[in-house]
């Protein structure tokens, strides 16, 4: 009858045999055996796809968020089309932020776009906490994605404190995040505070996702690359870590992807990660023994070279595979989002190759 009672009932019937919960990729994040190297893609549900182009045509990228039939219809596409190990729910960022209040907008070809950047104590404390009531429609987008993906595991995300505050005090997209590192630096008691109010935020979104039955969760801090080691650690991991230890006793693995990362590998993973995601510029086996033997990784294809021709692709593909057996548990993925020239032809025998490749002749079972 109430949403707890629903959102139990999901989970419980995750953890049946053949469920969501032992799917291949769920079954990687915990570093459990798997039939094949699962695989799906960053921005699978987007831009390189027509069906995607064509549903979205006279809809803002905001509206569609917000519309659970849109949401649901444009999170299965990907799946139908390539045959991906997982879904994952189509939103942006910036979705739980403009809930709580802040007024932006996401602009094509632009991204998030903030009408009146973060500048003060009294910005941060306009950025009002969320619950489930003020992103109703994401709570119903994934009860009817679950229903409707059956053993396909659905993955939900949030944006990471950094990231976040990244757009809030720019304003926009920037290169070198030179507005967000003067606040960070010159005023580190309000940038703390920015960050604590993200992190509840993100919080709460997160766990408004797992009641309503994700089977697990990435934190996109896409921008996290930009700060030193020593800078992540001081700045960065504690707000990181209330939203990843936050949800340790959530039963799904959570998954902490970021750009630019190499030396923040160990970090990301300490910040309460069961998954690091890994971009292309750090081979898996190095990552791996960065991240250690407790966490599995996922990634790392550069999006790039799905631009080249297949033998290319083939070959790049099959190198991940083999670096990922390194790792404790491999997510294959790529190591950013898809880019929206890529042909859907070549993700799909990605998808395939993949599955091929690390198939296990398999006495499990
Ligand atoms: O991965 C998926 O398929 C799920 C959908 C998803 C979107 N955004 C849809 C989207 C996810 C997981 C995101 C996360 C996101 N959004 C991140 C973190 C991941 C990353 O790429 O680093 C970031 C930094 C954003 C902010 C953002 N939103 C940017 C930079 C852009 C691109 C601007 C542009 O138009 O080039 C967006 C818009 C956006 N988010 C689009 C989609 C499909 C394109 C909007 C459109 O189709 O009109």
């Known amino acids: 009858m109430t949403t707890d009672t629903t959102g139990t009932a999901a989970r419980d019937g995750e953890a049946r045999p053949g469920g969501p919960a032992d799917s291949p990729f769920v079954r990687a994040c915990r570093r459990e055996p798997v039939p094949h ?22 809809v803002g990228m905001l509206e569609s968020c917000r519309r659970p039939d849109l949401v649901a219809e444009i999170t299965l596409q990907p799946v139908r089309r390539h045959g991906v190990d997982a ?19 996401i602009v094509p070809g632009t991204g998030p776009v ?10 941060v404390e306009r ?19 679950v229903a409707e993906l059956g053993e396909t ?16 005090v720019e304003g926009g997209p920037s290169r070198t995040h030179a507005k967000t590192k003067a606040l960070m630096y010159g005023q580190p008691e309000l940038w703390h505070a920015l960050c604590a109010r993200l992190a509840e935020v993100t919080l709460s979104f997160l766990r408004v996702q797992i009641e309503a039955g994700v089977s697990a969760v990435q934190l996109f801090d896409s921008w996290a690359g930009a700060l030193s080691e020593a800078d992540y650690r001081r700045y960065v991991l504690p707000h990181s870590t209330t939203v990843l230890s936050g949800l340790a006793d959530a039963g799904v693995p959570r998954i902490h992807f970021g750009v630019g990362t190499a030396e923040l590998l160990g970090a990301m993973g300490e910040a309460g990660a069961d998954v690091v995601g890994v971009d292309w510029r750090t081979p898996l086996d190095v990552a791996t023994r960065r991240i250690g033997p407790d966490r599995a990784v996922q990634g790392n294809l550069d999006p790039t070279v799905l631009l080249a021709p297949w033998s290319v692709v083939e070959t790049e593909v099959r190198r991940i595979v083999e670096q ?14 898809v880019l929206p020239e890529t042909d859907p032809e070549v993700l799909t025998r990605v998808a395939a190759l993949v599955h091929e490749v690390s198939a296990r002749r398999a006495e499990q079972g």
């Open 87 to 105: 879904a994952i729910l189509f939103s942006d960022i910036v979705v739980p932020v403009a809930a709580a209040g802040v007024d932006l907008d």
């Open 153 to 168: 595991p659905l993955i939900g995300f949030a944006g990471a404190p950094f990231t976040l505050a990244s757009y809030l």
């Open 324 to 337: 990922g057996r390194a790792a404790p548990g491999h997510v294959f993925n790529l190591g950013h989002g």
């Open 127 to 145: 950025i009002r906490p969320i619950g489930r009531d003020d992103v109703s429609y994401v709570d119903e987008a994934v009860r009817l994605l």
């Open 114 to 123: 903030v009408a009146e950047p973060v500048r003060t104590a009294e910005d």
């Open 37 to 58: 190297t699962p695989v799906w893609f960053m921005r699978q549900a987007g831009r390189s796809l027509p069906e995607y182009r064509e549903i979205r045509a006279n």
